[in-house]
């Protein structure tokens, strides 16, 4: 594993730092805009006072922390792979670009002793899991990597209900951000109830450090972080897009890890960059308060330990 000099010398010193996942740069952005986003992304960290820190295997090596041209290499290689916890060891012995998700990303951070983690949207229970088990592993790892995924809830296309109650199985705390309810990725609201609601990144803070007084310094947390009004989908576009994707993806047999990217890019090219623009805007505003909470935890002096168990 390769971490990167800023990121080393900010984990040792007990300084803020933000991992980034990178399937979203390979799979989930368009080229050639997704190189620019990324580092729009890792500004966003910096503008929140952290230290970005975007995880990818390049050549085989995990990377903790990304100079301009291994970003480059993610962003533009064709050939890269996305890369869950399983196919880590596969992809570190053969080589080439692995681009890691939420799983595989909060697995490597926590490894490198990092806490706090920025992405889009969790995976969670696909459509249609009681036939095809589709399930994305983003979940059975939080329920073992002691990491806190700032995100805008889980993609729309997914079954959110039954997401939310695998993680309640799983162990997986679900704190909304200024909100009593799961927020719906495009959309602001998902229509289901949170629970629990904190209302600043030092709310957040304290809570990742009383996990070690009870024993769950393991267990993974995610701080749902709703889409601001201005940059959300129209939920009628939103829902017809769904609907239309959802068929496209079963007419083309799509399945496995190809579905994500697929309904992603659907909706991409379907709304005419709409739904694009929504993504960016909530990925940087994800970005930037993990940045703040990640400021927080560290003033209390335990960042950079919590994540081993
Ligand atoms: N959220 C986005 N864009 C993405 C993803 C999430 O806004 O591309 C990726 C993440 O890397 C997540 C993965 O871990 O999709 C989930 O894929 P699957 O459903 O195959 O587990
Ligand atoms: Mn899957």
């Known amino acids: 594993m390769l971490v990167h000099d800023e990121v080393r010398d900010a984990i040792a010193e007990g300084r803020p730092v933000v991992a980034l996942e990178s ?4 799979h989930g952005l368009p080229r050639p805009d997704n190189a620019r986003l990324a580092r729009e992304f890792e500004q966003a960290v910096r503008d929140g006072g952290a230290i970005p820190a975007t995880v990818a295997v390049i050549d085989g090596e995990a990377r903790i922390g990304l100079d301009d041209a291994a970003l480059d290499r993610l962003a533009n ?31 490597l951070a926590s490894l490198a002793g990092i806490t706090v983690f920025a992405t889009g949207g ?18 059975t790892t939080l329920s073992r990597t002691g ?26 705390g679900v704190l909304g951000y200024r909100t009593d309810r799961f927020p719906g990725f495009y ?27 009870v024993g769950t310094p393991a267990l993974g947390l995610i701080l749902a972080n709703p889409i601001a009004a201005d940059d959300e989908l129209d939920r009628g576009l939103h829902d017809s897009l769904l609907e239309s994707g959802l068929a496209a993806a079963d007419r083309d047999g799509v399945h496995g890890k190809d579905v994500t990217p697929y309904l992603l890019d659907w909706f991409h090219r379907e709304s005419g960059g709409e739904s694009l623009r929504a993504n960016v805007a909530l990925v940087r505003s994800n970005a930037r308060l993990a940045a703040e909470v990640a400021s927080a935890y560290a003033a209390l002096g335990t960042a950079g330990g919590g994540a081993a168990p």
């Open 147 to 172: 990491v806190l995924v700032v995100c805008a809830g889980v993609k729309s296309i997914l079954d959110v209900g039954a997401t939310l109650e695998r993680l309640e199985t799983l162990g997986v």
């Open 122 to 139: 969790l995976g969670g229970v696909h459509r249609g899991a009681q036939d095809t088990f589709d399930e994305s592993a983003d979940l």
């Open 23 to 26: 399937t979203i740069i390979s």
């Open 187 to 213: 959309l602001a609201d998902s229509g289901h109830d949170i629970g629990w609601r904190v209302d600043s990144a030092d709310q957040v803070a304290e809570i990742l450090a009383a996990r070690s007084g």
């Open 77 to 107: 290689d064709e050939t890269a792979v996305k890369v869950s916890v399983r196919e880590l060891a596969t992809v570190a012995a053969r080589g080439g670009v692995g681009a890691t998700t939420v799983a595989s990303t909060a697995h």
